[in-house]
């Protein structure tokens, strides 16, 4: 049996890695966790159980002065950092029973391209737009980040801009290829996102990337820069294309909405929601899309509010590229890749995907 003096975060981490782990749970009375393919499990090994004070020695040497004493005020801390010259780790340590606990996402160094994470050919024509707003959105460990880094990549090796990144905290690491990319890090680079979002349309930027849409300052700092001829990428933590407008419409005012309606139309390029989703030989998940393409229909019906026709719309919408949920999922169904049970439990509307399922 290791002994707790002898343990340390990287070594943890090289494990989940080999593992193709996509997160590494550590807290006090439990032995070391990941998540693989969406399954909690140990991580494997002769571990013993986890003290609180072996917790507390490992998170804390993960930390600078600056970032202990704001975990000591706060009792949460995200933080950044690369292992080897293969991962990167986005570590979130937070307190729970009294002790610390943290949990680490992995993150593999090397960007792979839309093509080999089996996403919609799409996205490729969305990263030749020059100006306007495309939003990532899914629920938290959906693959959105590694989702934006692709297309991020793609416009990195195919064309001569500049393109600023602001993360909290920086997961994939570009390097610079036809593009010359700007990362800065929340509480590193910058202090908080908002002066970081004030000072970005100074910084000459052509293409921003903003790391989640919080509130309606990022909003509106999103809008404006999509206006004024810079392409933005964000994420939305909701589930479809129709939860994400519902959701930016209500970060505002009633009385500003239908004006935020009208700059959406304006602005809005793509939502692409996706969720990742077991495959059926049990090695590994496929990520299932919605994706909804701005066309003039689309446009007029977000600016008179009419966010209910957009399902019907992406539905009939295949030759722009778009789909629903339920499209995305019923074809990996066809293609023996996922089972029928797996895509009810991942559908956009159930019983409309059993009645497709059916046919």
Not at 94 to 103: D, E, M
């Amino acid at each position: 049996m290791v002994s707790l003096d002898s343990l340390h975060i990287p070594e943890f981490i090289e494990i989940g890695y080999q593992e193709n782990a996509s997160d590494v749970f550590l807290k006090a009375d439990q032995v070391p966790m990941m998540r693989q393919h969406s399954q909690m499990v140990p991580i494997p090994g002769e571990w013993p159980v986890l003290t609180a004070q072996a917790i507390e020695r490992m998170c804390y040497e993960m930390m600078s002065d600056r970032m202990k004493h704001i975990f000591e005020q706060t009792h949460e801390m995200d933080l950044g950092f690369a292992v080897g010259t293969h991962a990167r780790v986005r570590m979130n340590i937070y307190r729970q029973r009294g002790s610390c606990a943290t949990v680490m996402r992995i993150i593999p160094l090397n960007i792979r391209s839309i093509e080999e994470l089996g996403l919609p050919p799409v996205l490729n024509e969305l990263c030749k737009q020059r100006l306007g707003l495309i939003l990532v959105t899914g629920p938290t460990g959906s693959g959105k980040t590694t989702s934006l880094a692709a297309m991020i990549d793609v416009i990195n090796k195919a064309r001569r801009s500049h393109i600023v990144t602001i993360e909290d905290p920086l997961e994939f690491v570009h390097q610079d290829h036809l593009s010359y990319v700007s990362q800065r890090e929340i509480g590193i680079d910058t202090l908080d996102f908002q002066p970081a979002l004030r000072a970005v349309v100074r910084e000459a930027p052509d293409v921003i990337l903003i790391g989640e849409m919080r509130d309606v300052a990022t909003m509106n700092v999103a809008l404006q820069a999509g206006e004024t001829g810079h392409l933005v990428f964000s994420t939305v933590h909701t589930a479809s294309a129709y939860e994400t407008m519902d959701r930016v419409i209500n970060m505002f005012p009633p009385h500003e909405k239908h004006h935020i309606c009208q700059r959406m139309a304006g602005s809005l390029r793509a939502i692409i929601a996706q969720k990742l989703v077991p495959r059926a030989d049990g090695n590994g998940r496929v990520v299932a899309n919605e994706i909804l393409i701005c066309t003039p229909t689309i446009s007029k019906a977000i600016e008179d509010g009419h966010f209910g026709d957009l399902y019907n719309l992406m539905s009939e919408g295949s030759f722009w590229g778009m789909q629903t949920m339920n499209q995305s999922l019923v074809r990996y169904v066809k293609a023996g890749i996922i089972t029928e049970q797996v895509a009810m439990n991942y559908a956009g509307i159930a019983s409309e995907l059993k009645q497709m399922l059916r046919r």
